[in-house]
């Protein structure tokens, strides 16, 4: 069948600029482009990647929109249009990447800190020292200390803890998804940073096992790579019941994607479909969950935090308090912009909800239930700069985890593609030309600046607060006012209106 769908970019290349040293052909990884006497595009096959232009030593490529490829109509826009023309050509479900990207109210966006001023004086964060140190854990309510000959002596056992040096772990992303470059360079860069990255649900590949100090292993309903050394191989334990992405649906890696050492570390034939069933086939009732939760502290010797990892759905809070009482330590609660490799769009796009409300939601009925402090909360699902994980911290999360920022500072373009495995930037990809493309010291590096340009804004909004602890932030909701926000989500927020 002949595609009617219009190309959605064009590749404009400037002829005079251009001098043909091909670099642009070499480097597309989407068939876009041919040489014939010079460049040739095919529109239709363009995702503006941005790879080609990037690496033109001329500058002689632009892409553009196709302006005209859909004449212009307020209801039928052009996105819904290009979808039914997909699904007519193809049957079956229109699959896409990385997060939500619908135009849905931001409450990160309507929503200021507050400053110091006059009689509260704030810190200045260049002469005093500032405290981003974050442990993630259960905490008792209170300690009791015993006197020793040589002083005061803890009593109370402390919960196993995970130190971050700053409020932030990389969000999980399997080995399989993306590349074991992209891998090595998340966790070069957590260890680097003193933070964690995550390793989805790929298992892990033992070149990483050296950076055991920075790793969460994650359990999700397919299992993979899950045994005892894997568990071990980490400082935290995740299970993953649901994902900000895709909440109530499985995972699907396709089998193109499942080379040798995907296959080893997933412990699954090469070749083969890697399916995650939606539910674990195990867990049907917080019972269920509690019974996992102390199989894997039973494997880990009590050592390790084990965090649940849920989709922001619209009973998040009284989800969050089972698991809390569950006996996790940790609770991470991915909101509707979270990231994926791949995704039916209609569930991307249409379930969950915004992760500052979950939040604000689960933070309250934990405190109201007075179980606060049995878990730390990581917030996810669309954190973009500092000061969105101020705003998170002072909603009541301890820590965020970001998985698109990171991706984007490795170089990712936000494609959208990253389901077809021919990410042009090395990332979300297992061919082995194109992976070779992303060098993990190089991609460390970038991670390691962003964390830190972020850990250094963090401190100075700390300072303008006039606190000097990131502990002194969190779930401060009187610091926050809302803008433009109404009245209903400000009471979920628990929040005022700026002005008042
Ligand atoms: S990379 Fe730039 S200069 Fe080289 S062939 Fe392509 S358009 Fe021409
Ligand atoms: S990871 Fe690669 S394929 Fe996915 S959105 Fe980014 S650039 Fe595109």
């Known amino acids: 069948m002949n595609s009617q769908l219009p190309a959605e970019f064009r590749v404009v290349v400037d002829k005079e600029r251009c001098r043909r040293c091909k670099r642009c052909v070499l480097n597309c990884s989407f068939g876009t482009l041919r040489f014939e006497n010079g460049v040739v595009a095919d529109d239709r096959n363009c995702v503006a990647c941005h790879r080609c232009a990037t690496y033109c030593p001329e500058n002689a490529i632009t892409i553009e929109r196709n302006p005209l490829a859909y004449k212009y109509n307020e209801h039928w826009t052009e996105e819904h249009r290009k979808n039914i023309l997909k699904q007519a050509e193809q049957g079956g479900m229109l699959l896409t990447g990385m997060g939500n990207d ?35 854990g259960s905490k008792p309510d209170a300690l009791e200390f015993e006197e020793t000959p040589n002083g005061l002596r803890l009593k109370t056992k402390m ?13 999980p992303m399997s080995f399989g998804s993306i ?16 933070i964690l990255m995550n390793t989805g649900e790929g298992g892990l590949h033992k070149e990483l096992y050296p950076y055991r100090d920075h790793i969460i292993v994650q ?24 994902q900000g992405a895709k909440p109530g649906i499985g995972g699907h890696l396709p089998g193109e994607k499942v080379n040798q050492e995907v296959s080893e570390t997933r412990m699954i034939p090469v070749g083969t479909d890697a399916l995650s069933p939606a539910p ?79 939040i604000a939601a689960v933070d309250d009925r934990l405190r109201q239930e007075g179980i606060r402090n049995r ?105 926050l006012r809302g803008v433009g926000i109404d009245a209903q989500a400000l009471k979920i927020l628990g929040i005022k209106h700026a002005g008042l």
């Not at 409450?107 to 974050?134: G, K, W």
């Not at 196993?160 to 969000?171: C, H, M, N, R, S």
């Not at 045994?227 to 299970?239: A, D, F, K, Q, T």
Request: a neutral charge.
């Open 219 to 242: 359990v999700a309903s397919g299992r993979f790579g899950v045994n005892r050394e894997y568990l071990n191989n980490g400082v935290m334990v995740e299970i993953k019941i649901g």
């Open 102 to 136: 619908k135009p849905y109210f931001s409450y990160f966006d309507h929503m200021v800190l507050d400053a110091c001023q006059v009689t509260n004086p704030s810190i200045d964060p260049l002469r005093e020292p500032m405290e981003l140190r974050t442990y993630l």
């Open 179 to 194: 590349s074991l470059n992209a891998h090595k360079a998340l966790a070069m860069a957590a260890k680097e940073l003193g």
């Open 280 to 358: 674990h086939h195990d867990i049907y009732s917080i019972e269920d969950l509690a019974q996992l939760i102390y199989a894997l502290k039973e494997a880990t010797g009590y050592e390790k935090p084990v965090c649940v990892k849920i989709a922001a759905v619209h009973n998040v809070a009284a989800i969050a308090s089972g698991i809390a009482r569950a006996g996790a330590d940790v609770i991470y609660l991915d909101g509707f912009r979270g990231g994926t490799g791949a995704a039916p769009t209609i569930i991307r796009d249409h379930l969950g909800i915004p992760i500052e409300l979950a």
């Open 159 to 171: 919960p196993p803890q995970v130190k971050l040096e700053t409020p932030i772990v990389f969000a």
């Open 375 to 479: 878990v730390s909360i990581i917030a996810a699902g669309g954190i973009r700069h500092s000061g969105d994980i101020a705003k998170a911290i002072a909603l009541g999360a301890d820590a965020v985890a970001i998985g698109t920022a990171a991706l984007i500072a490795m170089g990712c373009r936000l494609c959208q593609k990253c389901y077809t495995g021919k990410c042009a930037w090395g990332i979300a990809t297992q061919n082995p030309e194109l992976v070779r493309r992303l060098d993990p010291e190089v991609a460390a590096e970038r991670l390691v600046n962003l964390i830190r340009g972020w850990s250094l804004e963090l401190k100075e909004i700390l300072g303008a607060l006039g606190v000097n602890a990131i502990e002194s932030l969190r779930g401060s909701r009187e610091r």
